[in-house]
Structure formats: structure tokens, C-alpha cells
């Protein structure tokens, strides 16, 4: 049998881990399209769109998986 307490409270720490993670992603972002922008300015601009749209990537397929296991 699953514990209903750990039933809630696994989907509020998977959010808590993921938004630490892309907090220091973004933290760091700055940093790291300037050192591509030394390369290719379309390579720190594709590289900062990407970093943005995975962070919405990331949270819509987590609610697609939970709407499939009913959670």
C-alpha cells in the first residue's frame, strides 16, 4: 500500500528539485551566452531559446505523465 502523505508530497518535491535546478540554469545563463556570443552570436541565442523553452518542456510533459497515471 502507498502512504497518501507520501502520494502528495511527491509532486511538490519533484517541482521543488526541478525549479532549484533551472533557478541555477538560469543563474548561470547570462554567463554562459556570453561565452557563446564570443562564437556566434546565433549560437547564444539559439542555445538561451532553448534553455527557455525547455523549462516549459519540463513541467508540460511532468503534467502530461500525471494526467495519464491520475495523479
Do not use: C, H, N
Not at 500500500?1 to 502520494?7: G, I, L, S
Not at 533551472?22 to 554567463?31: C, D, M, N, R, T
Not at 564570443?38 to 510533459?61: E, K, R, T
Amino acid at each position: 500500500m502507498t502512504d497518501p502523505v507520501r502520494k502528495e508530497r511527491s509532486p511538490a518535491i519533484a517541482a521543488a528539485i526541478i525549479l532549484v535546478v533551472v533557478a541555477i540554469g538560469f543563474y548561470l545563463l547570462p554567463s554562459m551566452m556570453l561565452w557563446l556570443g564570443d562564437y556566434s552570436p546565433w549560437l547564444a541565442a539559439v542555445f538561451g531559446a532553448l534553455f527557455v523553452l525547455g523549462f516549459f518542456l519540463i513541467f508540460w510533459l511532468r503534467a502530461r505523465y500525471q494526467r495519464r497515471r491520475g495523479l
